[in-house]
Antibody, heavy 115, light 112 residues
Framework: QVQLHESGPGLVKPSETLSLTCTVS????????WSWIRQPPGKGLESIGY???????NSNPSLKSRVTISLDASKNQFSLRLNSVTAADTALYYC?????????WGQGVLVTVSS | DVVMTQSPLSLPVTLGQAASISCRSS???????????LNWFQQRPGQSPRRLIY???NRDSGVPDRFSGSGSGTDFTLKISRVEAEDVGVYYC?????????FGQGTKVEIK
C-alpha cells in the first residue's frame, strides 16, 4: 500500500526558501512520476510541478523559476524547494504519486510564510 | 492556462437523493493519445483529496458505484446516485491534459 508523508518547516520567513520532503513507502520511487500541489487556506488547488522517475521535471509557469524539484532514489524521497517566498506562498503543500495525473496524495503539510 | 469552471459551488442535498456537479473546460481536453484526462477528486473535511474518477468515467479502486462520471468535449459531469452522509465534502474537477494541470473552484456538498 503506497503511503506518502510530507515533512519540513511549518514557518518560513519572507524572501527565504521553502524546503519540503516527501517520503514514499510501499512502492519504489523509480516506478512513477511524483508531483507537488498546494492549497492556500480556504482556497482551491494549484499544481506546482512534477518529477519523473528518471529526474525530468516540469513546474508551473506561474511560479516562474522559483521551483526546484529533485529525487533521491536511495532514500525513496523527493523534494520541493521554492525560493523567494512571500505571504502568497502560505498554503497546505501536498505530495502525490502521479500516473499522468495525481493519484495518491499525502496528508499535506501547512507552511506559513511570516516574519 | 485551461480554466475549469464548476457549478454549482454549493450543493445542499437530502440523504438518499441524487446529486450532480458540472464542470466545463475552456479548451478541449483530448490528449495526443486520444484520451481525455478529466478527473474528479473528493476532499472530505480535514482530509487530503482523494481521486474518485479518472479519464472522464473510470472509477478508482474502492470508490462506490454510486459515483459516476460522464461527458465529452468541454462539458463533464459527476453524479452521485444516492447521497450518503460520508459524501459530505468538496468536489473538484481537474484536467491533466494540458500543463499546468488545473482544478475547478470546488463544489461543497452538504446535507440539508
Amino acid at each position: 500500500q503506497v503511503q506518502l508523508h510530507e515533512s519540513g518547516p511549518g514557518l518560513v520567513k519572507p524572501s527565504e526558501t521553502l524546503s519540503l520532503t516527501c517520503t514514499v513507502s510501499g512502492v519504489s520511487i523509480t516506478s512513477y512520476y511524483w508531483s507537488w500541489i498546494r492549497q492556500p487556506p480556504g482556497k482551491g488547488l494549484e499544481s506546482i510541478g512534477y518529477i519523473s522517475y528518471n529526474g525530468d521535471t516540469n513546474s508551473n509557469p506561474s511560479l516562474k523559476s522559483r521551483v526546484t524539484i529533485s529525487l533521491d532514489a536511495s532514500k525513496n524521497q523527493f523534494s520541493l524547494r521554492l525560493n523567494s517566498v512571500t505571504a502568497a506562498d502560505t498554503a497546505l503543500y501536498y505530495c502525490a504519486r502521479t500516473a499522468r495525473v495525481p493519484e495518491y496524495w499525502g496528508q499535506g503539510v501547512l507552511v506559513t510564510v511570516s516574519s | 492556462d485551461v480554466v475549469m469552471t464548476q457549478s454549482p459551488l454549493s450543493l445542499p442535498v437530502t440523504l438518499g437523493q441524487a446529486a450532480s456537479i458540472s464542470c466545463r473546460s475552456s479548451q478541449t481536453l483530448v490528449y495526443s493519445d486520444r484520451k481525455i484526462y478529466l478527473n474528479w477528486f473528493q476532499q472530505r473535511p480535514g482530509q487530503s483529496p482523494r481521486r474518485l474518477i479518472y479519464t472522464v468515467s473510470n472509477r478508482d479502486s474502492g470508490v462506490p458505484d454510486r459515483f459516476s462520471g460522464s461527458g465529452s468535449g468541454t462539458d463533464f459531469t459527476l453524479k452521485i446516485s444516492r447521497v450518503e452522509a460520508e459524501d459530505v465534502g468538496v468536489y473538484y474537477c481537474m484536467q491533466g491534459t494540458h500543463w499546468p494541470w488545473t482544478f475547478g473552484q470546488g463544489t461543497k456538498v452538504e446535507i440539508k
